[in-house]
């Protein structure tokens, strides 16, 4: 299972991963990381993992696939959130911060699940307003004044 979940945040992709996910899952998350791409110069995603146990060939090979298509477009992503309590997700996420140095990856304990929605959310540059300052409705993907 992959579903796409909701984020404050416009360049922010946040989805939901467990069990058995498929190629038709994966390619969803894939268009919505195009479709913010589209709008967006920066992404970041945020991606929770649960108890995730397999990919099926159509996934893995979908997954290889579009991540080799991206090397060249890793500029365009700014902040990766992963949040998981499975010790060997986060040697993995940690590995490909190193290997893919352009983009900032972060692994959170599902306990701290806000604290991960909150991280990709400031661009470059940016930085939230002040204390007090009231924001209605979803955060705007947008810098504040430094």
């Known amino acids: 299972m992959l579903d796409l979940i909701t984020h404050s945040a416009g360049h922010v992709v946040a989805m ?19 479709a913010a791409k589209r709008s967006h110069p920066l992404v970041s995603l945020v991606i ?5 146990r397999w990919m099926t060939l159509g996934a893995l090979l979908k997954d290889v696939g579009y991540g080799l298509t991206q090397l060249g477009d890793l500029k365009r992503y700014h902040r990766a959130a992963v949040v998981t309590d499975q010790a060997w997700l986060k040697h993995v996420a940690h590995l490909e911060e190193r290997l893919f140095s352009a983009v900032e990856i972060h692994t959170f304990a599902r306990r701290d699940h806000a604290a991960a929605m909150g991280q990709p959310r400031a661009l470059p540059g940016c930085q939230r307003p002040r204390t007090g300052t009231a924001i209605t409705g979803p955060e705007p993907a947008r810098c504040w004044p430094v």
């Open 16 to 34: 939901k991963a467990g069990g058995m996910v498929t190629g038709q899952e994966l390619q969803r998350a894939i268009d919505a990381i195009e």
């Open 48 to 52: 929770i993992i649960d108890d995730l």
